[in-house]
């Protein structure tokens, strides 16, 4: 993740200025200088922009803020962060799914028959799909779970109606990265 630093002095001009990267409320690495003083440092009225680039090794954990500091010509220091509302996350592992029949109380039926290696039921059965992620990135408005029948279009049951499918509300157990969100499937 990069984040863009702009900063200017109209009077003395920019002499150093230097990031530290928090997360939560931990100092990841304390403090980096952009440049060292007396180096590729701006003259008075001059802009400096440059990007830093946050470690891949702060993913997954809290809250990302970065802290700048700029040290004017005459020694005066501004110190400035990201507000609330620009603070981040970085997730880049993939969610882990999978799917059950049936539950502990109501076990998945036996096939009424089988045919050619499709099998068929005369009672409704269930599913439960269950989502592993970390509980800050879960939205279950981005699931889709399709459902096809006999080579049909796939249909989202999560958001249109199929024949012959309904589906329940989601779950929660645990948090953090732990988390697994359930929904339970009937068909």
């Not at 590729?40 to 702060?58: E, F, H, Q, S, Y």
């Amino acid at each position: 993740m990069d984040v863009d630093i702009t900063a200017s002095d109209s009077l003395s001009g920019v002499k150093s200025i230097s990031y530290k990267i928090v997360t939560g409320e931990t100092d990841a690495y304390g403090w980096k200088e952009i440049f060292p003083e007396g180096k590729d440092k701006a003259g008075t009225n001059d802009k400096i922009n440059k990007t830093i680039t946050v470690p891949k090794d702060l993913v997954n954990d809290d809250w990302i803020d970065v802290y700048v500091k700029v040290t004017d010509e005459a020694d005066n220091e501004t110190l400035v962060h990201l507000d609330n509302d620009n603070k981040f996350r970085i997730n880049t592992k993939e969610p882990v799914v999978y799917v059950s029949y049936g539950t502990e109380s109501v076990p998945d039926p036996e096939a009424y028959s089988i045919v050619g290696g499709t099998e068929y039921y005369n009672t409704q059965r269930s599913a439960t799909v269950t989502v592993k992620e970390y509980d800050t990135f879960f939205d279950p408005d981005k699931v889709q779970i399709l459902v096809s029948e006999d080579g049909k279009e796939a249909v989202d049951v999560t958001k249109n109606t199929a024949d012959g499918v309904s589906v329940g509300g989601w779950s929660t157990l645990g948090t953090g990265r732990g988390a697994e969100f359930s929904i339970p499937v009937f068909f």
